[in-house]
């Protein structure tokens, strides 16, 4: 029989032989639904190539995205919420925001569009189409930076949402396509998770186009006077990357479907934040 | 329905085309396991062991406490690791955090209480059997220890395999502290939770296949390894 | 060697909460023949084995060998009435004592080999012990207690519930383990038993010695009307 001993040499030696060499690792925390999106697929493996950096993605909400930069246990992220990346800059967790690129949210519902969705023009009639015709609607509720952008759309019209048909399961993006898929609900989503979302059953976009649902991501550095051990001069390397002609290429001709996910937009240095 | 038979199928290709990614996931989930369980019963065991033989006071609050703790939350015990493995908590300069190192750390905690637990009984047992003779022979407390362990080594085992059916299939501890990070801490069960929430179910219950097929594989290969088939009594 | 008998219990008292349960008993084992011990159910017959051995707590009174306790351990062995086996193999059984006291592998096995074959169980030295019968169960305790060569072997009931042939086998057993110096101090149940093999007596009630001495005596003619009884088959209470 063989020793434990022997096992447990075997397994660590395993497991620290493919362990790299912490210098040329950037770790970023980035938000489910730009992970879902597939273009971390398509982008981390052409920084790999083009800087020698190993970027490695820690995918969770945006709350908790920026609880790990303010831990120093991430070296940037990667997020969309405008107010919050506003409060971590401006207490120091991060030294800049820099704009990368944006999409939209769209509002995918049942097909059959019980309140009428898609004769809205606007993002005002949309909403209150739902909210008056008392239609299902699954909400995020995991102050993610998706759910934070769809309570601020409906505090926008002045709808309070409560009640039996507004439903806030505190899931992450896929598992709340899942439960509006299995309800036959309308939710509020990312563009990206919804073309590489595979259990769309009757579901489909209803609504989108609004200027109100464009969605800026931004990359913010974490502050290397507050987490000495990040790796800044990595960090800088990506962030060079993202913004490069080559880099801003890359997200805006990435497709699913025939259909382009990202507009690239980033300009100088945004540090007047 | 078709889901599951597309499980069935996507697990299938995915073993007989030996996936790189699935290879890479799938020994990166046995390092995890293997390693945390080994840790576990080396630490469990002794302790399961001594509170066996030893008679003190507060003896029954343990053992009570060491059944209670083998119901741990996973996400609590990840909770747990991640505040004290995080660069803001007290063992933050290891840089540990989003290692496999973490999730094995996060599993120990989850595998020893049961490892204990599970041993503590058969040794029990054992002990009332075994008393009045180790007692008559003089034996010492050592000696005791290692007279129990040998002959009950079979239910250590299945206690020891107990620990590693509840640590393979682990998800929220380890989703914590490793990150879930791509070819670095990506295991079986973190893989099938970003499958489901990308809505690919085919390919999540693929790898839930595959997972369940491994943790009844090296049960069944342990068993035989160990001869207690054929000696027709576990 | 050194003689660890005689044994002397001075009012050693065992108690099981809070009530006694055994004496006081004052009473001096010596060397030489087999002491029985008798007595009806109840009477303390196995705790007195235990305390004698050192395995039931005194809760006062001493109970002394003619050397220091640690010493006198090492050359007295106990058989319990059902034997307790190790979920080993029968060689590995007889063994067990042997490498607690640091003999080697091979020097193990080869004394308790012929532990067993004294006992007639060589043959089944590769079985399970729990996969033996009642008879070669007891046998296979009486090997591993008489592996160490003790000096006074304790048994309690070693041949209650078991049939004619193991009582007349193991009882040969006993005689030989006598002849090679082995004191044996026993409780029985069978009268014919005790005739066959004691040449002193302790005959126990309510925890206490009621009658002692030669079993010659004791046989042909007990002192107390309690033992008379006994000696009849009559309930004694």
Same mark, same amino acid.
């Given at each position: 029989m063989i020793r434990p001993s022997t096992i447990l040499a075997l397994a660590f030696t395993l497991i620290y032989a493919t362990a790299v060499s912490a210098e040329s690792v950037v770790r970023m925390a980035v938000t489910t639904s730009f992970h879902n999106s597939g273009l971390s697929d398509v982008l981390v493996p052409l920084i790999g190539e083009d800087t020698g950096i190993e970027v490695q993605l820690i995918v969770v909400g945006t709350g908790q995205a920026l609880r790990l930069g303010e831990a120093g246990d991430v070296d940037a992220v990667l997020v969309h919420s405008r107010a919050a990346e506003d409060k971590f800059v401006a207490a120091g967790f991060g030294t800049h925001r820099r704009e990368i690129m944006y999409n939209d949210f769209v509002i995918v519902g049942p097909s059959t569009d019980p309140a009428g969705v898609l004769a809205a023009e606007v993002i005002e009639t949309a909403l209150s189409g739902i909210s008056t015709s008392k239609s299902v609607f699954v909400s995020r509720g995991d102050d993610s930076g998706t759910h934070k952008r769809e309570l601020s759309l409906w505090s926008k019209i002045g709808v309070?949402? $409560?009640? $039996?048909?507004y439903r806030e399961l505190g899931s992450g993006m896929g598992a709340t396509l899942n439960t509006a898929s299995a309800m036959n609900a309308y939710t509020l989503t990312d563009r990206a998770s919804w073309l590489n979302f595979g259990n769309k059953r009757e579901l489909r976009i209803v609504f989108e186009g609004d200027p109100e649902l464009f969605n800026q991501y931004v990359f913010i550095p974490v502050n290397p006077d507050r987490h000495p051990h990040v790796n800044s001069d990595g960090v800088r390397l990506v962030e060079e990357w993202l913004v490069s002609a080559k880099g801003q290429t890359t997200i805006g001709s990435y497709m699913i479907d025939g259909q382009t996910l990202f507009v690239p937009n980033a300009q100088g240095n945004d540090s007047s934040d | 329905m078709s889901e599951f038979w597309e499980g069935i199928s996507s697990a299938f290709w995915l073993i007989i085309t030996l996936d790189a990614d699935l290879v890479d996931i799938t020994i990166r989930s046995l390092q995890v396991t293997v390693t945390a369980v080994v840790i576990g019963a080396a630490l469990g065991i002794p302790l399961a062991a001594w509170l066996t033989v030893n008679r003190f006071r507060y003896r029954r609050t343990t053992v009570a406490i060491l059944n209670a703790l083998m119901g741990l939350p996973p996400v609590v015990v990840g909770l747990i690791v991640y505040l004290l493995l995080s660069r803001s908590g007290p063992f933050g300069v290891f840089g540990l955090l989003f290692t496999p190192t973490a999730m094995i750390i996060a599993q120990v905690i989850i595998v020893t209480p049961l490892i204990a637990s599970v041993a503590h009984q058969a040794l029990r047992d054992l002990w009332a059997d075994y008393h009045d003779l180790l007692i008559s022979l003089n034996t010492t407390r050592w000696q005791r220890i290692k007279t129990l362990a040998w002959d009950a080594r079979r239910s250590l085992l299945t206690a020891t395999l107990a620990g590693f059916g509840r640590a393979i299939g682990e998800i929220g501890a380890i989703m914590i502290v490793g990150g879930n990070i791509d070819h670095v801490t990506r295991v079986l069960t973190t893989a099938i939770a970003l499958e489901t929430s990308k809505g690919n179910f085919a390919l999540a219950l693929g790898l839930g296949f595959i997972l369940i097929g491994m943790a009844i594989a090296i049960n069944i290969a342990i068993h035989w390894v160990s001869g207690t088939e054929r000696r027709g009594r576990w | 060697m050194v003689d660890i008998l005689p044994l002397t219990l001075s009012k050693a008292e065992v108690r099981r909460a809070g009530k006694p349960i055994l004496g006081p008993i004052d009473l001096a084992i010596t060397t030489g023949g087999a002491t029985m011990v008798l007595g009806p159910n109840g009477a303390g017959k196995t705790t007195f084995l235990k305390a004698c051995h050192g395995i039931a707590r005194l809760a006062s009174g001493g109970s002394d060998w003619a050397v220091e306790r640690s010493e006198a351990e090492l050359h007295q062995s106990y058989v319990f009435q059902s034997p307790i086996l190790l979920r080993r193999r029968v060689l590995a059984n007889v063994m067990y004592p042997l490498k607690l006291r640091g003999y080697s592998r091979s020097d193990a096995a080869d004394q308790a080999l012929s532990a067993l074959t004294n006992v007639g169980l060589a043959d089944a030295k590769d079985q399970m012990a729990h996969d033996l019968s009642g008879g070669e169960k007891q046998k296979l305790a009486i090997a591993r207690a008489l592996v160490t060569k003790p000096q006074v072997l304790f048994l309690d009931e070693p041949t209650a519930s078991l049939d004619g042939r193991s009582k007349r086998e193991i009882e040969a057993i006993l005689i030989a383990a006598q002849r090679d110096g082995t004191k044996l101090i026993m409780t029985t149940h069978d009268l014919g038993q005790a005739r066959r093999l004691a040449h002193h007596v302790v005959f126990l009630m309510h925890g206490k010695i009621h009658e002692e001495g030669l079993s010659e005596t004791f046989f042909a003619g007990p002192k107390t009307e309690a033992a008379q009884a006994f000696l009849k088959g009559d309930i004694v209470e």
């Open positions: 309070d949402v $409560s009640g $039996s048909w | - | -």
